[in-house]
């Protein structure tokens, strides 16, 4: 689980966990680094199965502590109380700059291929997680907020042109779309692509979006 | 969860559990008919739950019934053994029937009308469960297999031109990701827009797809 640095098509393991490596800081390189036995990585883990599949309110310290195999105390001592693990787990934030992280004219590209390399380095997905609170039969998910207002509604923001928040939402569609199928599809055509193959081929949908076209 | 023929925006529930009503039979109409107190529609939620989120072997009548309620041999008097309880649940044939029914040259538009008619119709994704699937820990997924037979290669087998598979494979993730951004931004501009008006903006991915162009 840890491996980290492959820079070959998504292993088992990518998408399996919700609470998967990777999916806290799209930068930190090796994603197996900082454990060293804390349980840290551990407690990640936990944490995100806890608030993607659970109301923010159903989740406790001590089920979180309970499922990494750790005490309470060890869980608070490194992440903090309930809402500090919360902003940790649900920040959608690092991953939203690394993609959005290109001109207008040449974003669409530049996000496909961000998110191909991003799954196939860190062996997570930078945005799936969020399906996995769908799951959660709450009313309102935190972290489907916090996707809308990290994810959507910064991509709306850096759109110009008519209908700004529907073509963010597809465009967020195309992106979540296309993590998706390279996870159900792991020994596919997809997973032999190289990211500017994919590209070519997905990145003008998104890119007709960003155009408004 | 069973009022069913609202043409309306998806309500809160549509996504929010992975055996919603409406991912049994695309063309039933009312999904909450044949219920009746018997106990089958909590029987299928528990197994569509069980299915997508736990490996195939770990998964018990006797768990499903205790989910839903319900003594084991009901489960089996209405739905049999679990093999056969998984293959209801895990057929994708019909909603890829629905969603493949037109000639290619109109083919994108008819899946992206197809997909958010039936969301809002049926209160439930043609697709989206399959991602759920992602959530299990286990190296295969049957459901996940099966997904793949009845949508992707079902698709790649009526395309023509180069790459089949891949261009099949990433169709699939725009009409995944399309529900899944239904889903998740259920107040959103998209859960405002007519289905004509969403495939105006989303349908053109698809086609350039399947034409191959």
């Known amino acids: 689980m840890t491996s980290g640095q492959a820079a070959v098509p998504a292993p088992v393991r990518s998408d399996t966990d919700p609470g998967g490596p990777g999916t806290r800081e799209p930068r930190t390189g090796d994603p197996g680094t900082g454990d060293a036995g804390t349980g ?21 310290i001590r089920g979180i502590a309970a499922d990494a195999k750790v005490s309470p105390s060890l869980v608070v001592k490194h ?47 930078p945005l799936l997680r969020v ?9 309102r998910s935190l972290l489907r907020d916090r996707f809308q207002e990290q994810v959507t509604d910064a991509l709306a923001a850096r759109l110009t042109g008519r209908e700004r928040t529907l073509r963010a939402e597809l465009i967020a569609g195309h992106l979540i779309g296309l993590g998706a199928t390279l996870g159900l599809h792991r020994s596919g055509a997809g997973a032999d692509a190289t990211p500017e ?17």
């Open 79 to 125: 992440f903090g109380r309930k809402e500090e693990l919360f902003n940790t787990v649900a920040d959608f934030g690092p991953a939203a700059a690394e993609l959005f992280d290109a001109p207008l004219p040449v974003l669409g590209r530049h996000m496909v291929v961000t998110l191909v390399r991003h799954r196939r380095t860190l062996q997570s997905d």
């Open 197 to 213: 193959h994919l590209a070519d081929l997905y990145a003008p949908a998104l890119q007709a979006l960003i155009d408004g076209s």
């Open 40 to 60: 840290r990585d551990a407690i990640l883990r936990a944490a995100r199965r806890a608030f993607t599949q659970r109301p923010y309110a159903d989740v406790t």
């Open 131 to 139: 399906v996995f609170s769908l799951g959660n039969r709450d009313e």
